[in-house]
C-alpha cells in the first residue's frame, strides 16, 4: 500500500474554514472506500469522514456533521480526497490523516504524515 500524502492544514481562528486534501495514488485506493481520520494528542485515532468509490454515499462523525464535506476525485491510478471544514472549533484541533475504510489490508494501513489543523478560541 502507498502511502497518502496529506495538505492544507494551519492555524485558523474558531469559525474559519480549512481545505485539506489528499493525493492516495494506488487501484487499492480508487477501487475503495476512503474517509477522513483525526487523532489528538494521547487519544485514539478517529474517524470523522467517509466517502464510497462512486461518492453516492456519505458518512460523518456527529462532531463534524454539518459543518465538514467530503468530497473525491478519481482520475485513474490517482485518487484526491477533500474535507472542506467549515465553521471551525477548537475541539477539531488535531492532526488529519486520509486511508482506506473498511478494507482488510494485510499488515495494516499505512500511514501518511497527516496534516496539523489547529484553531484557536
Known amino acids: 500500500q502507498v502511502q497518502p500524502v496529506e495538505s492544507g492544514g494551519g492555524l485558523v481562528q474558531a469559525g474559519g474554514s480549512l481545505r485539506l486534501s489528499c493525493v492516495a495514488s494506488?487501484?487499492?485506493?480508487?477501487?475503495?472506500?476512503m474517509g477522513w481520520y483525526r487523532q489528538l494528542p494521547e487519544k485514539q485515532r478517529e474517524l470523522v469522514a467517509s466517502?464510497?468509490?462512486?461518492?453516492?454515499?456519505?458518512?460523518?462523525a456527529d462532531s463534524v456533521k454539518g459543518r465538514f464535506t467530503i468530497s473525491r476525485d478519481n482520475a485513474g491510478a490517482k485518487n484526491t480526497v477533500y474535507l472542506q471544514m467549515n465553521s471551525l472549533k477548537p475541539e477539531d484541533t488535531a492532526v488529519y490523516y486520509c486511508?482506506?475504510?473498511?478494507?482488510?489490508?494485510?499488515?495494516?494501513?499505512?500511514w501518511g504524515q497527516g496534516t496539523q489543523v489547529t484553531v484557536s478560541s
Open positions: 486511508n482506506l475504510v473498511g478494507t482488510i489490508v494485510p499488515g495494516g494501513y499505512v
Open positions: 494506488g487501484s487499492i485506493f480508487s477501487r475503495n472506500d
Open positions: 466517502i464510497t468509490t462512486s461518492g453516492g454515499r456519505i458518512e460523518y
